[in-house]
């Protein structure tokens, strides 16, 4: 059953900690991205990779890294810098970055206190 | 700056009555186009899509959108809403070479009543 899946659904931290959101996909797809949403907002593009070895920052990459060392693995680090870390966080792949549908997982809701 | 306006912030709808969510952008040169929904605890889809050709698409579950390049639009439409397509709407917006990302619209939430 090919798709995208996105662990854990909620996740809970302590301000101040650094944390991973993971993202996993077995559709094949050379581009993955990562989103944040936030209610009003629509989806914000924080980074997005072409290729393994390979990622672009997007509009709001302030606070977060990622790595991108497998094909199917594009994991996201929220860290201590990020000023406003709750969100809901959306992982999506393409078969390339470009003219492509994107395929979005379920989603990550990440709440900091 | 590249952006993707999306005009109404939630729209209220009886089930039958017709559809209409407005889509504009601005983005220099050629560009692909995309509606996504998100029904209620659900994974974001794709509704439709525009890359070239016929500027009418038809997508799933009765939906369409026109292109119109002119006035930089692409707008959602439905002739008869049902109960079941109450979700949240965006629409998305690419340059048309390689190595462009997705900008979306900040989303329309659309409650239909039955």
């Known amino acids: 059953d090919g798709g995208i899946t996105q662990s854990p659904k909620y996740l809970f931290r302590k301000e101040g900690q650094n944390v991973t959101l993971s993202c996993e996909q077995n559709l094949n797809h050379d581009a993955m991205y990562w989103y944040r949403q936030d209610p009003g907002q629509g989806l914000r593009l924080i980074y997005y990779?072409?290729?393994?070895?390979?990622?672009q920052k997007g509009d709001i990459a302030e606070g977060y890294s990622v790595s991108r060392e497998k094909k199917e693995s594009f994991p996201l680090t929220v860290t201590s810098a990020q000023k406003n870390p709750t969100a809901f966080y959306l992982c999506a792949s393409s078969k390339a970055v470009g003219t492509y549908e994107q395929y979005f997982g379920p989603g990550t809701r990440l709440t900091v206190t | 700056a590249q952006s993707v306006s999306q005009h109404n912030h939630h729209v209220i709808l009886s089930e039958a009555a017709s559809l209409e969510l407005g889509c504009n952008y601005s983005?220099?040169?050629?560009?692909?186009l995309f509606w996504y929904v998100q029904y209620p605890g659900q994974h974001l889809q794709l509704l439709l899509k525009y890359f070239s050709g016929d500027p009418l698409v038809k997508g799933i579950k009765g939906f369409e959108a026109e292109f119109i390049k002119s006035k930089f639009s692409f707008n959602l439409r439905k002739p008869s809403v049902q109960w079941s397509d109450t979700a949240e709407y965006f629409c998305?917006?690419?340059?048309?070479?390689?190595?462009?990302?997705?900008?979306f619209g900040k989303g329309t939430t659309l409650s239909v009543s039955s």
């Open positions: 983005y220099g040169g050629t560009v692909n």
């Open positions: 998305a917006v690419n340059g048309a070479r390689a190595g462009t990302a997705l900008i």
């Open positions: 990779s072409q290729i393994v070895n390979d990622f």
